[in-house]
């Protein structure tokens, strides 16, 4: 089916991301906050419509797929956001990078191995990988909203933090993809 929660819960995330993005082009204070609150909602909404869809066996299809793309949007939006407002900069907007390349690199992984008919599951060092970099952005959107140089501080080090799990379980999918590869 559809539309179930788990789905409409991922498809309203796609749909906020560019009310997000058409929101960092006017700099106010509200918009700020707008921005946070929508992020807010789009990590909530994240943890739940998989919970969900695991607890009421609800998964379907546009669910998987929809899921992961949902994130990566998000998170490679918020990244270009928070880089083109100047909130990463420097050593952080490397931190940055390796995310978005690592989104990019798995997603590419997952589309070569699913042609092949093999899919990659999400492991537990990708989930960690996330819970800390939806709290890093969070933590950034915060600083960047309220003018807290602390938040920003906190933000930019657990961005860090996200960035070197990102690579080490970017390494674990992609050891993980190498074994399905080799046995076909």
Known sequence: MFL???NILTISRVILIPIII????GSTPLSKYVILVIFIYCGISDFFDGYIARKLNKTTVIGKLMDPIADKLLTTSILLI???VKV???LFFIAALIIIL???FISGLREFLSSLGEDLPVN???KLKTAIQFISLGTLLFGYASN????LQIGNLLLCIAA???????LIYLRNGLIIIKKK
């Not at 807290?148 to 938040?151: N, V």
């Not at 070197?164 to 970017?170: A, D, E, Q, V």
Request: proline fraction near 3%; hydrophobic fraction near 45%.
């Open 4 to 6: 179930n929660i788990p």
């Open 22 to 25: 058409l929101l960092s082009f």
């Open 82 to 84: 928070l880089i083109n």
């Open 88 to 90: 990463i900069t420097s």
């Open 102 to 104: 690592r989104e990019l």
């Open 124 to 126: 537990n060092s990708g």
């Open 148 to 151: 807290f140089e602390t938040a």
């Open 164 to 170: 070197i799990l990102t690579l080490f379980s970017g």
